[in-house]
Nanobody, 121 residues
Framework: QVQLVESGGGSVQVGGSLRLSCEYR????????MGWYRQPPGKQRELVAS???????DYADSANGRFTISRDGAKKLVFLEMNNLRPDDAGVYYC???????????????WGQGTQLTVSS
């Protein structure tokens, strides 16, 4: 059973930066692809960044050039560094292990509690 614990959210001003952390509590982290999802208020959860177990990264268009996903295998952590934040980046951020599908990626496990990001002007 895998438990995911997100942290690092908060309230920032437009243009600010924040780093989110995700602790993976369970086995097989080293062979899991991981992703960060965002759920804006009243909207569906969407994938914003992914990282394979080999370290290959990919980003949603909205995050490209501003967000950086990384992982620490020894500590079983996944990070999301977010810069130049905008109001439309706001929402609850979740991490999850992900698997490849025909159309891209899909979440694999249960969701954690998420961490809230608020961006104010």
């Amino acid at each position: 059973q895998v438990q995911l614990v997100e942290s690092g959210g908060g309230s920032v001003q437009v243009g600010g930066s924040l780093r989110l952390s995700c602790e993976y509590r369970g086995r097989d982290f080293s062979i899991r692809h991981m992703g960060w999802y965002r759920q804006p208020p009243g909207k569906q959860r969407e994938l914003v960044a992914s990282i394979t177990y080999g370290g290959t990264t990919d980003y949603a268009d909205s995050a490209n050039g501003r967000f950086t996903i990384s992982r620490d295998g020894a500590k079983k952590l996944v990070f999301l560094e977010m810069n130049n934040l905008r109001p439309d980046d706001a929402g609850v951020y979740y991490c999850n292990s992900i698997r490849r599908t025909i159309t891209g990626w899909a979440p694999e496990g249960s969701w954690g509690q998420g961490t809230q990001l608020t961006v104010s002007s």
